[in-house]
Nanobody
Framework: QVHLVDSGGGMVQAGGSLRLSCVASGPTFADWSMAWFRQVPGKARHFVASISWNGESTHYADSVKGRFTISKGNAKNTIYLQMSSLKPEDTAVYYC?????????????????WGQGTQVTVSS
């Protein structure tokens, strides 16, 4: 069974930066892509960014392009989301996720495995 643990959230002022981490374990993880989503209370969960299993392909939501970077760690079971130039509207709970999708598919389909979420709060 795939298990995801995401962390790194916190409170930051607008214009600041944060880095989220996600560590995955489980027998099916090795060649699966991974992604980040975010959710504001009372609203649907939205795609943020995704990365292929080997780190060679990435895909971003338009709202975060040029500000957020998704990457793989040296350990292939770890991904990061470097968030810069943060805005108050980036405030949300951020979730790591994984499935066998191509990276572009996360923008349209919900993955099967999710982390527990980490809160990011950006103050103005």
């Amino acid at each position: 069974q795939v298990h995801l643990v995401d962390s790194g959230g916190g409170m930051v002022q607008a214009g600041g930066s944060l880095r989220l981490s996600c560590v995955a374990s489980g027998p099916t993880f090795a060649d699966w892509s991974m992604a980040w989503f975010r959710q504001v209370p009372g609203k649907a969960r939205h795609f943020v960014a995704s990365i292929s299993w080997n780190g060679e392909s990435t895909h971003y939501a338009d709202s975060v392009k040029g500000r957020f970077t998704i990457s793989k760690g040296n350990a292939k079971n770890t991904i990061y989301l470097q968030m810069s130039s943060l805005k108050p509207e980036d405030t949300a709970v951020y979730y790591c996720a994984t499935d066998s999708f191509p990276v572009e598919a996360y923008a349209h389909y919900g993955p099967v495995h999710w982390g527990q979420g980490t809160q990011v709060t950006v103050s103005s």
